[in-house]
């Protein structure tokens, strides 16, 4: 079964600095991988998703993310951060012509001014 | 153009009552699916309805069952409520050749509550 481990359930840093939040996966074949965000009392947002192709994947808001295979990771990075970027941010798999969603726990993004 | 609604957006019940919660998805999207996010957690894929039929389900029990309108519209059913079905409920839908990744758009949930 596949699943999603997202490194860090609290990541705090400064306006302007670089964002990482880790996210790696566990699946016997290369899964499509996502990125969503979301903000208080709201649904989610997909940020960017990787299916094929180029493995660094650019999605909205100054977000990015790079898959890496052997490491078996899809980190997500912005290089630098504003305040509105605080919220809730989940890393998601799932297997090729299957819409499943498998999410992991989680991770709360905090801005400091 | 509408995204996902969802509706009510929130619930109170009591434990042992019956809940219908209702998504109607994005215009021109045929497939609905829903997920429970409990508090603190990802959420979790409850079943995904494609031409009024489930066409996958997670590993819910069968309390929770679902239904799918010739207008695409879902309902989610959850019978004998328990504490632990408090949560936040998405509906997320989508459009496109049936077995191909296509983006899902989440509806903003809806908060059960159950006493």
């Known amino acids: 079964a596949q699943s999603v481990t997202q490194l860090g359930s609290h990541v705090s840093v400064s306006e302007g600095a670089l964002v990482l939040l880790r996210c790696n996966y566990s699946?016997?074949?290369?899964?499509?991988l996502f990125w969503y965000v979301q903000y208080p009392n709201q649904g989610l947002q997909l940020l960017l998703k990787y299916t094929t192709g180029a493995t660094l994947v650019k999605g909205i808001n100054g977000f990015e993310a790079e898959f890496k295979k052997s490491e078996t990771s899809f980190h997500l990075t912005k290089p630098s951060a504003h305040m509105s970027d605080a919220a809730e941010y989940f890393c998601?798999?799932?297997?090729?012509?299957?819409?499943?969603?498998?999410f992991g726990t989680g991770t709360r993004l905090t801005i400091i001014p | 153009d509408a995204g996902v609604t969802q509706s009510p957006t929130h619930l109170i019940k009591t434990r042992g009552q019956q809940v219908t919660l209702r998504c109607s998805p994005k215009?021109?999207?045929?497939?609905v699916s829903w997920y429970q996010q409990a508090l603190g957690q990802g959420p979790q894929f409850i079943f995904q309805?494609?031409?009024?039929?489930?066409?996958q389900r997670g590993n819910f029990p069968d309390r929770f069952s679902g239904h799918q309108f010739p207008n695409y519209s879902s309902e989610l059913n959850v019978n004998a409520l328990l504490l632990g079905d408090s949560a936040l409920y998405l509906c997320?839908?989508?459009?496109?050749?049936?077995?191909?990744?296509?983006?899902?758009?989440f509806g903003p949930g809806t908060r059960l509550t159950v006493t």
């Open positions: 699946s016997s074949v290369p899964p499509y």
């Open positions: 215009s021109g999207h045929d497939t």
């Open positions: 997320a839908s989508s459009s496109g050749t049936s077995g191909s990744q296509r983006e899902q758009y």
């Open positions: 309805y494609y031409e009024e039929e489930e066409r």
């Open positions: 998601a798999v799932s297997d090729h012509g299957n819409e499943k969603l498998t």
